[in-house]
């Protein structure tokens, strides 16, 4: 039932296996060569379909993805002498592709890898596009490389586990897209809501695939990100420090990035006030938060740390309209202006 | 006085500045966005150059190449808000250029890199080819990339503060590089000795820039070693198993390595048993060892975790005559027979 399409990055194909099944990944390597990544929950709900593989688990979690759980699975993968002919496979969410990916760059210099996203965020946006990394302390991704996988499988059963508060963090990443480059998807969305694509399969799946290749052709476009790649960043300047600061789940904390870089856009760039409200509109209709009481000095702290902070200047990507993003440069000082005027806390 | 080269790697332009002086690093980025890493020793000899820069310093020594070292850059970088936009220059042997340019390749993803080595091993081996790595326990390099620096710049007079150990060092891997390469450059130095080299700095110029051009020349022909880079191991699959044994430094465990080699070569490839004998006498007369009393047992362990090992082979390059070889696999069970024939301890 499944069908493949390829995108090429650096002269390297990663096939897209959409709406395969897990045992396709055979199709790479033997099983003997292969090395699952995978974390706890993941391990507990699918076990079955892991066996004879050789299976590494990680702790489930944002707060798993760090140095030291890098360093374990190094560990473990020189203790079973794992050649650096190994077919590294990460099934999972964004923590677990993200670390698999990291890993599979460094190991003895690098080793094969492939992805099999198990989260909606997973599928249309953590496993693309070959960006991995680790957080050091507060700091999200401090650490990582861009490495792309031999294929990514799309197998839509891993959603049949997938808890609520994870189809928020899905949709929050497909809003994102909507915002940034598709008005249509954006009409679309308002027209529909979260049990509609639980409970329809095949609009799921159309929604899925969509944003693969929105998310793709950015990528495919702009690998290191000088142009448009940036623009997938909306909303997660401050999404991420918020998510550090208060602990939020990473669809929840860009929803109110979101929010924030629209306001900040009808004082840059004209966004329109009522395209605003639309926006806030659609992500509560997904069950995503607008407003955060919020410690304005913990979080400039924090964006001053942000990867996108070229000297005393931050990227930041605004709105001009719905569908339509740009990249601006503010200056810090003008930032921490802003964010005490809009009041995020409603 | 000094002039510049490039080879280019991956569309990618690497700037050899050869016979230069510290300062034009500066060529490359304002002091201010300079960071450098160095080791301890490094810094105590050549401190005044640094003067004004931001310098990271490292213990010095192959037991500090490892991930918590790595970790201990990283927590500076990100307590001096360090952006992406840092220009990292690596500032030592062959420890310090690994480690820095394992940082520059993962911190945020990847910043700029400029190296600097100060060894002869790091001028003609080490700094050259991009590759970088940690070691893990007794696994040498278990964890790395491959990402090239900007420039590797040359500046000699670092070489008359270098220790003799660290000339025999390397000139183990020149004799390495006359032995897979260039029998001209063999016969060169079985016609000079140690002490002619440290004594003329035309003649030693003149040895160091053909040892880049020829590493630089196999590396630009094939960066993920599918076809001659793998020859540049030479003498280093047993030499890494010795180094990490015996806690023998590179150059003494990797003449070992070599000696081993052409036996084993002898046995494989027919090469002269003459041809053996004069490499021994090239390696004793640049005083390094060639003969080691050795736990067999430990060394197979300790290779049948080499990243090398494809299975149950092991690619091992053999010599077909001094200037000319070639990459074989050999079965691990062949090769621990041979381990066992060959007597190393003279």
């Known amino acids: 039932m499944g069908y493949t399409f390829n995108y090429i990055i650096d002269n390297q194909k990663i096939q897209f296996l959409f709406e395969d099944t897990f045992s396709s990944i055979l199709n790479y390597a033997p099983q003997s060569k292969i090395v699952i990544i995978t974390d706890e929950q993941i391990d507990a709900l699918h076990n079955n379909l892991f066996t004879g593989f050789h299976v590494i688990k990680i702790q489930s979690g944002e707060i798993n993805k760090t140095q030291q759980t890098v360093d374990a699975i190094i560990d473990q993968l020189l203790a079973a002498s794992i050649g ?12 677990v592709t993200d670390i ?8 003895k210099r690098g080793t094969r890898l492939g992805l099999v996203p198990t989260s909606l965020l997973a ?25 792309q996988p031999e294929f990514i499988l799309f197998d839509l059963n891993f959603l049949n586990s997938l808890p609520i508060s994870k189809w928020e963090n899905g949709f929050a ?15 679309k969305l308002s027209n529909h809501n979260l049990s509609d694509y ?12 969509e944003n693969v290749h929105l998310k793709m ?3 495919v476009e702009d690998v290191f990100e000088k142009k448009d790649r940036k623009l997938l960043n909306f909303g997660h300047t401050l999404g991420h420090a918020i998510e550090n600061v208060y602990n939020m789940s990473h669809g929840k904390a860009v929803s109110i990035g979101m929010v924030f870089a629209a ?5 840059i760039t004209g966004f329109d006030a009522n395209s605003t409200h639309q926006i806030i509109q659609l992500l509560e209709k997904y069950q995503l938060p607008t407003t955060i009481e919020i410690d304005n000095d ?3 702290k924090l964006l001053f740390a942000d990867k996108k902070r070229i000297g005393n200047e931050m990227h930041f990507v605004l709105l001009n309209e719905i569908g339509s993003a740009e990249a601006k440069p503010i200056l810090l000082t003008d930032l921490e202006k802003y964010i005490n005027e809009i009041m995020l806390c409603g």
């Open 100 to 107: 698999a990916g990291y890993v599979a760059s460094v190991y």
């Open 263 to 267: 306001k900040l856009s009808e004082k």
């Open 298 to 300: 913990k979080i400039i």
């Open 198 to 209: 639980q409970n329809n399969s095949m609009l799921l799946a159309t929604l899925i695939e």
């Open 84 to 95: 650096k002919d190994v077919f590294i496979v990460g099934v999972g969410g964004g923590v």
């Open 217 to 219: 052709n950015v990528v």
């Open 173 to 187: 990443e497909i809003i994102k897209h909507a915002c940034i480059k598709d008005a249509a998807m954006f009409e």
């Open 123 to 147: 599928m249309v946006d953590a496993a693309l596009g070959g960006k991995n990394g680790v957080n050091v302390g507060q700091y999200k991704n401090m650490v990582g490389t861009i490495y």
